[in-house]
């Protein structure tokens, strides 16, 4: 057992024991390597250790503290059916898309970041100045895989996810979405299958259909993600041909893939010789500081198509995203440029000096740490006002989590039922291929005020609670 | 015989016989009804049949004139392989693409239009003042079918090509290429066959590889598009899945198919039972006025799926495209919606306004006038410099056009010779899906001013002296 080995076990120790509580801080890292007399390294190797264990957590600025407990009525592992099939529910999904027009109402649906913050000011400001002084650069068209500027940038970015990436080795896209879009056409041919966590994100789930491609939900986890030996049985049976997975931030569940995970997921992908597509679009509001490692940062061999934007991160209406391709780069060239040419220029320059000049980095500092409030908010008020047996994710960075209600109620009925008094949310089967967690919705903790959400979640539980077998049983008798 | 074709008789009669001759004024409207005793309606009819038999031509607020004669070397009408073919050249686009960014040299090359002019001012201005006054309108996310603003517009707008739409029957896209790449998806599954000119634009054709599709090329005449008898005899042999065709100011030939052949290829649609994409992303820049007809305009049950964009009236980096697509309507939805979500808001917003004041309207009759000049000039230098078995299109419209050489020069070494001293064209291959056209290339006259473009050209001209098989010989001897 090495030095950091034997202290992270000590302190593990002390936290099982209640020595440190929930919540508590734990001592600063000189502290601990002056009380051991081991270097700085070794207790943040420590510490690092605890933190994939999901026991400690950095927050910036302030030190390592001991987790809350998250495993309190969190969802259960899904249990989705064993066989590759075509994804329905576009139906539903658009209808939640055309509702996005409707600005009444407290909004609880959409995955929209809070773009009211003072830090945005001096991307706004870059995007007027080009517009106004530059206006010709806004016209023409521009290099295909998008502003070098840009790219340069997202270099710079990426090793915060621990990858060391080329400029050329991008291709920047209209949004994640497009990307995903893409990284999906690149790596199959029309009947091919792709795995998927369950529940998954309803566009990328969308983009298979519309590849004419069929999606094998596989058993995720509610706080680890994607479970490995659901989809290695998965593999061994069926000829899957990509994973699709959302490992850090995950969308609708919150919750980060452990890096020992992501790192054998990607051995996986290896040995059975596929491609992986990794959505990071909420990495970077991870609430861990140093960021979560993506899996691309394991990648020796190009396999992986990292997918991000920064449509979570600053603002979805800038359609700025981007694609770290791996041995996939020609291919998804050719479907980025089919697919809608260029994209335009002042996002791409604008965000390229956000970040050149640091404005992103104090943007998604300041966010994580709203987000992070806001989340503790939401639980709260959900463990107030909800029924005992609802089951609740818990989010490590984003600003969207995952309900699940007593079996019996259906989100579809009840979204029916919300959308009367104002209260909007993102019905369960959206995030199934084949319509499945009927109980289960996602909310978002980033539109609205503290107070505004509170009553929308008490209006939400009333109406939850007319649902509720109990409430039927009284009424009955 | 009615009133009016015998009016149109008599003229066409004059004109034949060089009563008027080439590029003269015609008689007043008013004039000609004095003079045969018949109303302003029926002078109207007479002439509006001679132009759609290219005999003569209306010039706003100027009247009508003989046109000139189109039919000295006109390229000769395409032969292609008579059998649906995958789509190669992927390489040669690609080349070119990555060829935009540099700024040096004589660029003959892209189909960018003229964005110098002073008629785009209030478009920027409306841009500048969005980005500057309403920056939250630019952050979020908005209508996946795009803005309603913008849609009304475009149901005003196309009502000069004879369309009658309603404003949910629109998809804004992110421009042209997302259009035509969204529609094919729309209207086919992996493996089905699509009928195209031939030449054709590579955007499309590579739309169509990354569908999985095949491409049929069918023979297509300079003048009048696509051949309808040697369609309906593929359309016979082959389960071909949708037409595609740039009917007006075609991509790279520049012709207007005239009115009824355009009513033909509709009924012959309608008779196999298939789909159209009609790509009239040049339409308003054509040079008769009122505009051309689209297909469109026929459409009585929904077959056709017209897409446009503003990329070659306006400006291709503001990336606003469209598409009316008929009873497609749903399906093109969900794959716009996979592909890249909802586009960027500002760009649609001062586009609806630049319509609505009237600026658009303004700045395409001055883009016409513009490029209708530029046209002459190029046909005029090339005719002085190019050898005299050099063939080129006629265009009725847009402003690039399409060059014949000799069919034993290389357009793919010609243009790596010519890249060396700075002048840039897009090679014929490109506009084949399987790398035909070898004597051919397409030349823009939008982009440079008439000095240096007659430089561009004597340059050129020299270098295919070079190639011409007459120089060969000469040094042979």
Same mark, same amino acid.
């Given at each position: 057992?090495?030095?950091?080995?034997?202290?992270?076990?000590?302190?593990?120790?002390?936290?099982?024991?209640?020595?440190?509580?929930?919540?508590?801080?734990?001592?600063?890292?000189?502290?601990?390597?002056?009380?051991?007399?081991?270097?700085?390294?070794?207790?943040?190797?420590?510490?690092?250790?605890?933190?994939?264990?999901?026991?400690?957590?950095?927050?910036?600025?302030?030190?390592y503290f001991?987790?809350?407990?998250?495993?309190?009525?969190?969802?259960?592992?899904?249990?989705?059916?064993?066989?590759?099939?075509?994804?329905?529910?576009?139906?539903?999904?658009?209808?939640?898309?055309?509702?996005?027009?409707?600005?009444?109402?407290?909004?609880?649906?959409?995955?929209?970041?809070?773009?009211?913050?003072?830090?945005?000011?001096?991307?706004?400001?870059?995007?007027?100045?080009?517009?106004k002084?530059?206006?010709?650069?806004?016209?023409?068209?521009?290099?295909?895989?998008?502003?070098?500027?840009?790219?340069?940038?997202l270099?710079?970015?990426?090793?915060?996810?621990?990858?060391?990436?080329?400029?050329?080795?991008?291709?920047?896209?209209?949004?994640?979405?497009?990307?995903?879009?893409?990284?999906?056409?690149?790596?199959?041919?029309?009947?091919?299958?792709?795995?998927?966590?369950?529940?998954?994100?309803?566009?990328?789930?969308?983009?298979?259909?519309?590849?004419?491609?069929?999606?094998?939900e596989?058993?995720?986890?509610?706080?680890?993600?994607?479970?490995?030996?659901?989809?290695?049985?998965?593999?061994?049976?069926?000829p899957?041909?990509?994973?699709?997975?959302?490992p850090?931030?995950?969308?609708?569940?919150?919750?980060?893939?452990?890096?020992?995970?992501?790192?054998?997921?990607?051995?996986?992908a290896?040995?059975?010789?596929i491609?992986?597509?990794?959505?990071?679009?909420?990495?970077?509001?991870?609430?861990?500081f140093?960021?979560?490692?993506?899996?691309?940062?394991?990648?020796?061999?190009?396999?992986?198509?990292?997918?991000s934007?920064?449509?979570?991160?600053?603002?979805?209406?800038?359609?700025?995203?981007?694609?770290?391709?791996?041995?996939?780069?020609?291919?998804?060239?050719?479907?980025?440029?089919?697919?809608?040419?260029?994209?335009?220029?002042?996002?791409?320059?604008?965000?390229?000096?956000?970040?050149?000049?640091?404005?992103?980095?104090?943007?998604?500092r300041?966010?994580?740490?709203?987000?992070?409030q806001?989340r503790?908010?939401?639980?709260?008020?959900?463990?107030?006002?909800?029924?005992?047996?609802?089951?609740v994710?818990?989010?490590? $960075?984003? /600003?969207?989590?995952?309900?699940? !209600? #007593?079996? +019996?109620?259906?989100?579809?009925?009840?979204? @029916?039922?919300?959308? *009367?008094?104002?209260?909007?949310?993102?019905?369960?089967?959206?995030?199934?291929?084949? $319509?499945? /967690?009927?109980n289960?919705?996602? !909310? #978002?903790? +980033?539109?609205?005020?503290?107070?505004?959400? @509170?009553?929308?979640? *008490?209006?939400?539980?009333?109406?939850?609670?007319?649902?509720?077998?109990?409430?039927?049983?009284?009424?009955?008798?």
């Amino acid at each position: 057992m090495t030095l950091y080995q034997k202290l992270a076990k000590r302190l593990r120790e002390h936290i099982q024991h209640d020595f440190y509580k929930q919540g508590d801080k734990l001592p600063s890292v000189r502290q601990l390597a002056q009380e051991h007399g081991v270097s700085i390294s070794t207790v943040q190797e420590a510490y690092r250790q605890l933190e994939q264990d999901q026991l400690v957590e950095a927050k910036p600025k302030s030190g390592y503290f001991v987790c809350q407990r998250k495993k309190d009525n969190l969802p259960s592992v899904s249990r989705p059916p064993q066989r590759p099939l075509e994804v329905s529910q576009w139906e539903e999904v658009l209808n939640m898309l055309m509702n996005r027009g409707s600005t009444k109402g407290l909004q609880l649906q959409h995955a929209m970041p809070d773009m009211t913050s003072s830090t945005l000011k001096p991307l706004l400001k870059t995007l007027a100045d080009l517009s106004k002084h530059k206006p010709e650069l806004g016209l023409s068209y521009a290099d295909i895989r998008g502003s070098e500027e840009l790219r340069n940038q997202l270099c710079r970015l990426t090793v915060a996810s621990g990858c060391q990436l080329h400029p050329d080795d991008l291709v920047i896209t209209s949004g994640c979405q497009e990307a995903l879009s893409v990284c999906i056409r690149a790596v199959s041919e029309p009947g091919d299958i792709v795995a998927i966590e369950s529940p998954s994100f309803y566009g990328s789930m969308q983009a298979i259909k519309a590849a004419n491609l069929k999606a094998m939900e596989i058993p995720t986890h509610p706080e680890t993600g994607i479970s490995l030996e659901a989809l290695e049985l998965a593999l061994d049976q069926w000829p899957i041909k990509a994973i699709f997975v959302t490992p850090t931030c995950n969308n609708p569940m919150g919750y980060t893939m452990p890096e020992d995970r992501k790192e054998q997921l990607y051995k996986l992908a290896q040995s059975y010789d596929i491609a992986i597509i990794e959505d990071d679009v909420y990495g970077d509001i991870s609430f861990q500081f140093p960021r979560p490692k993506t899996i691309k940062s394991f990648d020796t061999d190009g396999r992986v198509l990292l997918c991000s934007s920064f449509s979570k991160s600053v603002a979805p209406g800038l359609r700025v995203g981007w694609i770290a391709p791996g041995r996939y780069r020609d291919k998804v060239t050719h479907i980025k440029y089919v697919s809608s040419s260029m994209c335009p220029v002042f996002p791409q320059l604008a965000i390229a000096k956000f970040i050149r000049q640091g404005g992103y980095r104090k943007h998604i500092r300041q966010m994580r740490q709203n987000y992070e409030q806001q989340r503790d908010h939401l639980l709260q008020v959900i463990k107030a006002h909800f029924p005992s047996d609802t089951r609740v994710s818990f989010p490590d $960075g984003s /600003f969207i989590l995952w309900v699940e !209600l #007593n079996p +019996s109620i259906d989100s579809i009925k009840l979204v @029916e039922r919300c959308r *009367k008094v104002g209260v909007d949310f993102a019905p369960g089967p959206l995030f199934s291929a084949t $319509g499945k /967690f009927r109980n289960g919705f996602r !909310l #978002n903790y +980033s539109e609205q005020t503290m107070e505004k959400r @509170e009553n929308a979640i *008490k209006t939400l539980a009333k109406i939850i609670r007319e649902f509720h077998p109990e409430t039927i049983a009284q009424k009955s008798l």
